[in-house]
């Protein structure tokens, strides 16, 4: 069972990691990085619709997130391992955006890059971004086939 072992450490492990990373993001000044690293980019376009995406979060975080969710499986890399660390990686992505909101202290609202990603749905005062409910069902649905 060291294998199991490893998929639970690593999904603590990816855990820790996504709510101290969004208290680092909370630390940094922004307008400070993106004046440094002026590189021209919109966003992801998929279609007429661009995704507002820095290139700090497509390049930088996706990187970082990819080697803390995968690092620890690496001596058990197999198919359910792969899908482990992928669940790790979605859940990372998730975490990290919702603690952000929580450690500073203010909930989401319409106008947040959040919630302009994919659009939003209210329920009373609460803004949830769709692509938490789909980033959500991939992490069931990973760690659901890593740990079967």
Do not use: H
């Not at 630390?27 to 820095?54: D, H, K, L, M, Y």
């Not at 996706?62 to 001596?75: C, D, N, R």
């Not at 009373?124 to 938490?132: A, C, Q, S, T």
Request: aromatic share 18%.
């Amino acid at each position: 069972m060291p294998e199991k072992r490893a998929y639970e450490i690593s999904a603590i492990i990816s855990a820790i990691f996504a709510v101290m990373y969004a208290q680092v993001e909370l630390w940094i000044n922004w307008e400070r990085v993106f004046r440094t690293i002026s590189i021209p980019f919109e966003g992801v376009r998929i279609g007429e619709a661009v995704i507002p995406v820095s290139l700090y979060n497509l390049i930088f975080t996706t990187a970082l997130y990819i080697l803390v969710a995968f690092g620890p499986l690496i001596p058990f890399m197999n198919w359910k391992a792969f899908d482990m660390g992928l669940g790790n990686f979605f859940l990372i992505c998730l975490l990290e955006d919702v603690s952000y909101f929580v450690l500073a202290g203010r909930m989401i609202t319409p106008s947040d890059y959040t919630a302009k990603m994919l659009g939003y749905f209210q329920i009373g005062n609460v803004v949830i971004p769709v692509w938490y409910i789909l980033d959500l069902i991939l992490v069931v649905y990973f760690y659901s086939k890593a740990l079967r």
